[in-house]
């Protein structure tokens, strides 16, 4: 008997151990550092270069493809980025035309920074999803690769990304939600980078709690992710670290949720949590 119950519960360890290091291995090596729009100080590029540990023959690859003016897009964060960094800094604003170009997509993959730029970020995934770049994202990013976005290139970091567009009434664009109603919220997919997550942008600043709180009751076991202008999270794994100026807002386990016969939404509780530069979490807790 007491042998029988050594062998189960050296099964069990045996188990736990493999379990946990499958986890480990499935987990990037890379990082996300996602900006929730508007400037950017010198101090938190210089955090964003701490971050992707560039050497001096790495390369940053810049993807400008949820801007409508994609040049300027690349200018202005160049301009944020030469005079910290003495890396090459390239321009792949991939087009439909150009997502199978094999000499671009061997320059994504083997960038030690990739950084995606503000405006549509459906405009984004149109180009992107199901296609090469998608998956060299993917590669990047799990080679050790730091994937940063900001604004509409923070959004589409999330499996499940907000359009910011409004489903039911009035569904002209507005900087915020002007209803908290059951199914008016619009969600794509996006890169997946985070999955276990959802993540709004230009939070604070745009007063979007109404949008978070619609996602949230769309999506209530994932941690929905507001992240004011010129501020950051820092993702590593399950990891999340801020960075920046402002503050970061995390809603999550949401108590009795329900919709109403007239199709609002309820609850009788949530978790709500306040950060500013320095503090840390879990994605998972």
């Known amino acids: 008997m007491k042998r029988k119950l050594a062998w189960l519960t050296g099964c069990c360890i045996f188990l736990s ?10 987990e990037p090596k890379g990082n996300l550092f996602i900006i929730g729009g508007g400037d950017r100080s010198t101090s938190l590029i210089k955090t ?18 949820c801007s409508a003016d994609p040049d300027t897009s690349f200018f202005y964060i160049k301009t944020d980025l030469e005079p910290l960094c003495a890396n090459t800094i390239a321009n792949l604003n991939f087009t439909t035309a150009l997502v199978n170009n094999k000499t671009w997509l061997d320059s994504l993959e083997h960038a030690k920074l990739i950084f995606i730029t503000g405006g549509d970020q459906s ?6 999803l199901n296609t090469p770049v998608y998956d060299v994202i993917h590669r990047a990013y ?18 499940f990304m907000i359009t910011g567009r409004e489903l039911t009434g009035d569904t002209s664009y507005h900087a915020t939600f002007t209803k908290l109603r059951d199914g008016n919220i619009e969600l794509k997919q996006g890169l997946g980078l985070l999955d276990s997550a959802i993540i709004d942008q230009h939070f ?37 670290k801020i960075a920046g100026e402002g503050q970061v807002i995390v809603l999550k386990h949401p108590q009795q949720l329900k919709i109403s016969t007239g199709g609002l939404i309820k609850l009788r509780g949530v978790a709500l949590s306040i950060y500013t530069e320095g503090d840390e979490f879990r994605l998972g807790q």
């Open 17 to 26: 151990l493999f379990t946990l290091a499958q986890k480990r291995q499935a």
């Open 142 to 159: 799990n080679n050790g690769a730091t994937i940063s976005g900001t604004s509409a290139g923070a959004a589409v970091m999330s499996h």
């Open 204 to 240: 604070i600043v745009r007063s979007r709690y109404n949008r978070l709180f619609s996602a949230l009751a769309r999506f209530p076991t994932y941690p929905c992710i507001g992240i004011d202008e010129s501020t950051a999270i820092i993702v590593h794994g399950q990891r999340v």
């Open 123 to 128: 405009r984004f995934m149109d180009v992107v």
């Open 48 to 65: 964003l270069l701490a971050t992707a540990r560039l050497s001096d023959k790495d390369y940053i690859a810049i993807l400008p493809m």
